[in-house]
């Protein structure tokens, strides 16, 4: 055996933990949650039949599982807008010459820091006793009432929280990309008259396109799999009407599929539900990476 057989191998033998963890934990469940799906399993014991099918067709039929997917698409719409608005508009703050600038990274990073659970319990108490309390006294009858009771304002809540925790960790990334811009650059364009926005529009947004491409495909999927702020916070909550059946408001489709599989005890449709949603969640994820990367090479 060569010197470069044997670093291959050694190669090899220090990523094999990995693999048959990767293999064990993800591929090998994945491979037989499609084939659960097909099948009328309920969690326990054998399988008694193939149903083919008709697992898929029930869940398209379902209103509570099609009114879900429709409020997933929302909250990641906003929540995407929201998120990388302010990471980058607080980003720009922390990479300029204001004093302090390095706690104010700190600052904003550390609710990153916070549990989804812990994080979504603190907000209900706020949403549910501190602002109703402040609407009573100062006579506003927008925040005299639960904001996340409320079915058309519980979105809202569900984005401001996320944004809330998320912002700091986009922000990151954002000044890691800023950082990399070449100070000359920036000080030719003042130099030249550029004033400040147009720099940034002109300058620093195309060559921050990588940067983009990370923050807005982190974004995305962190949007789709929202799960522990939802229990946490709403609990799909409050009820709502949705193709004349009641549905859980803001029910997004992590939590659709729990429910669906431990909760009504139904794991072959919550099986077959998440492998709708590991599609879309994967036809989005390429469409929005393979359009950010063409925005790359025109920059």
């Known amino acids: 055996m060569t010197s470069r057989q044997k670093r291959k191998l050694t190669e090899f033998l220090f990523l ?76 720009l703050l922390v990479t ?25 319990l603190v907000w209900q108490f706020i949403f549910s006793n501190i602002l109703p309390s402040i609407g009573q006294t100062l006579g506003l009858p927008t925040l005299s009432k639960s904001l996340i009771s409320n079915k058309d304002t519980v979105m809202i809540t569900m984005v401001t929280v996320n944004t809330w925790q998320y912002a700091g960790y986009i922000m990151l990334i954002y000044v890691a990309s800023i950082q990399g811009i070449s100070k000359s650059v920036m000080e030719a364009a003042e130099v030249d008259g550029a004033r400040y926005w147009t720099r940034v529009r002109k300058i620093q947004i195309p060559l921050m396109a990588n940067a983009f491409t990370i923050s807005l495909f982190l974004t995305l999927t962190n949007s789709f799999k929202m799960y522990d702020v939802n229990v946490a916070l709403t609990n799909g909550g409050p009820v709502s009407i949705f193709m004349m059946k009641p549905v859980q408001a803001s029910e997004l489709l992590a939590l659709n599929i729990y429910n669906t599989a431990f909760k009504y005890n139904n794991m072959a449709q919550g099986q077959a539900k998440a492998v709708v949603f590991f599609v879309v969640l994967t036809i989005f994820s390429v469409i929005q990476v393979t359009w950010n990367k063409s925005k790359e090479v025109e920059a």
């Open 96 to 120: 300029s010459e204001i004093r302090g600038r390095n706690v104010y990274r700190a600052g904003f990073f550390v609710p990153n820091l916070i549990g989804g659970i812990v994080l979504g």
């Open 16 to 91: 094999l933990p990995t693999l048959i963890a990767f293999l064990m934990v993800i591929i090998i469940p994945f491979i037989f949650g499609i084939y659960y799906s097909f099948t009328d399993w309920q969690g326990t014991g054998a399988v008694s039949q193939n149903v083919g099918f008709a697992n898929y067709k029930a869940i398209f039929q379902e209103p509570g599982f099609l009114h879900s997917f429709l409020v997933t698409l929302l909250f990641t719409v906003l929540n995407i807008i929201t998120v990388n608005v302010v990471a980058f508009i607080i980003s």
